[in-house]
């Protein structure tokens, strides 16, 4: 799915609303204002987002001495942009040479399985060689659930019994990388919430196994958030991202909200480049994050 069509929800759920604003007051005054906000922090924009953008738009306006709200449109998703671009940069880290190690993190459910399964076939079309790690040890039926993407992709799947140390899956998975001349390895974790600290003992350690077998690596961690739990999926980064070392974000299930909003929310409160947006359930409703592609497809 392109965003054009993966963004069908927001589009009717936000930017809709937006455009008929737009064109119901027409006047730029303070109710203008006001209802975008409204909108805006409905789509999960996020309040603080919300506020500095309000008055970035109020600056504009001054500035180019608008008064027909349709003229903001263009201003408005402008801003976005910016918003969504930061600093960092949004495309996925490769190593030079030797195997790309990416590691994923995050809760269950949000999607990880799905998109390990999804950004395999993706490297795979391109080419590369591709191998799992089944690092998630501890859930019941993850090994398996990695092996269902791994026949439907193609890729093989380096594994050990459930219950079993992760970081020494790692080091098998690395092992393997290396001897086959892999492009890219993908790593699963645990991602249950409990018991947090063990959690993250245990990437710590998956941590310095990877990278004491191959310098640089991993070349990504990347958290994997459920776009559909708006503002809990932002609480969840924080409290999950502060300590393990994330690089980069992966918004999941865009398909699924009309509150896409989340997606500047996130990307502002936590400064961390989204690299990967999931825009559906099959194999090739994975995007690379464009901030521009992203907004163009909303407001287009
Ligand atoms: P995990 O527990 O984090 O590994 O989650 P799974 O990969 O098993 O995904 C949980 C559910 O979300 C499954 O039913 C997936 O098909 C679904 N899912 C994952 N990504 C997307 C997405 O981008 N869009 C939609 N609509 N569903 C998704």
Redesign the pocket.
Same mark, same amino acid.
């Given at each position: 799915k392109q965003f054009k069509d993966g963004l069908e929800k927001t589009r009717k759920g936000f930017v809709e609303h937006v455009s008929n604003l737009m064109v119901r007051r027409r006047k730029i005054d303070e109710e203008f204002y006001e209802e975008l906000e409204e909108i805006l922090i409905g789509a999960d924009v996020g309040v603080n987002t919300v506020m500095g953008l309000i008055d970035e738009l109020r600056a504009e306006v001054k500035k180019r001495r608008l008064s027909d709200a349709s003229e903001l449109r263009p201003v408005l998703s402008e801003k976005l942009v910016e918003l969504l671009r930061g600093e960092q940069d949004n495309s996925l880290n490769m190593s030079q040479e030797g195997p790309t190690v990416i590691l994923f993190v995050? @809760?269950?459910?949000?999607? !990880? %399985? &799905? &998109?390990i399964g999804k950004l395999a076939h993706k490297f795979k079309s391109e080419g590369k060689k591709v191998l799992l790690a089944a690092g998630d040890t501890f859930r019941a039926g993850?090994i398996e659930?990695l092996e269902v993407w791994g026949t439907r992709t193609g890729v093989e799947v380096i594994k050990q019994s459930p219950g079993s140390d992760p970081a020494a899956v790692m080091y098998d998975a690395v092992q393997a990388a290396k001897q086959r001349n892999a492009d890219i390895l993908i790593c699963d974790t645990a +991602?249950r919430l409990q018991n947090k600290s063990n959690l993250m003992d245990e990437l710590n350690k998956i941590f310095r196994v990877i990278q004491r077998e191959i310098p640089g690596a991993p070349h990504e961690v990347l958290m @994997?958030l459920d776009a559909t739990t708006g503002q809990n999926a932002l609480s969840q980064a924080k409290l999950f991202g502060e300590k393990s070392g994330v690089t980069g974000l992966v918004l %999941? !299930?865009? $398909?699924?909200t009309a509150k896409g909003g989340i997606v500047v929310a996130i990307r502002q409160e936590l400064n961390i480049p989204v690299k990967l947006v +999931?825009? +559906?359930?099959k194999m090739e $409703?994975l995007q690379e994050f464009d901030s521009e592609q992203f907004v163009h497809a909303l407001f287009a």
């Open positions: 995050g @809760v269950n459910g949000v999607g !990880k %399985t &799905t &998109t993850a659930q +991602g @994997v %999941t !299930k865009l $398909d699924g +999931g825009l +559906g359930e $409703d």
